[in-house]
């Protein structure tokens, strides 16, 4: 049984409980369409731009991928390709969570939409504050979205996840390396 507990009103996220477990989700338009916007997926320089960590590994599915956060000194991990059909759907394993992309056709463009099944309610405001940043600047990068042309950081967009999503879901924040680093850049 679903538990939304957060309505989609704008860009922000929703947290769902589900019988897995907690999912959050993100729609988005790009002004792409799926064939070029799959690119920022698949091309090392443009996932760089947008994605928090690379990704290593070849892109079939079943294939161990590796992640490395280059924003803070942190050691690599691990995950996989669940299921990648080239130019609409891309889900990893991602560590602990599952991250579905799945891109479709709209017009001229693109609806992008990411499910993240993640491993402890705790994460869900700071993994949602981060996702959100994430989607902005993929948004930015392929010149769609005007209202994230400024971009919100996590900094600014986190205490609004932690009121919507409520304390149970802001137990865990990040790491203190990037709290340390976003308060002094």
């Not at 991250?99 to 499910?115: I, N």
Request: glycine share 10%.
């Amino acid at each position: 049984m679903e538990h939304t507990v957060n309505d989609v009103t704008d860009r922000m996220g929703t947290l769902t409980e589900t019988a897995g477990g907690w999912r959050l989700q993100f729609v988005r338009h790009l002004d792409r369409p799926p064939a070029v916007a799959w690119r920022a997926f698949t091309d090392p320089e443009l996932v760089r731009r947008w994605f928090p960590t690379t990704i290593e590994g070849e892109l079939v599915a079943g294939a161990p991928l590796r992640f490395q956060v280059t924003a803070i000194p942190m050691e690599p991990f691990g995950g996989s390709v669940v299921e990648i059909d080239e130019p609409h759907l891309f889900v990893l394993r991602w560590g602990e969570d599952v991250l579905r992309f799945e891109l479709t056709a709209a017009g001229d463009g693109t609806d992008l939409s990411l499910s993240v099944q993640l491993g402890e309610l705790g994460r869900a405001a700071r993994d949602g504050a981060g996702w959100h940043e994430c989607l902005d600047n993929l948004a930015r990068d392929l010149g769609t979205d005007p209202e994230a042309a400024g971009g919100e950081t996590w900094a600014s967009i986190h205490p609004r996840y932690v009121e919507c999503f409520g304390p149970e879901a802001a137990t865990v924040g990040p790491p203190q390396e990037l709290v340390d680093d976003r308060q002094t850049g």
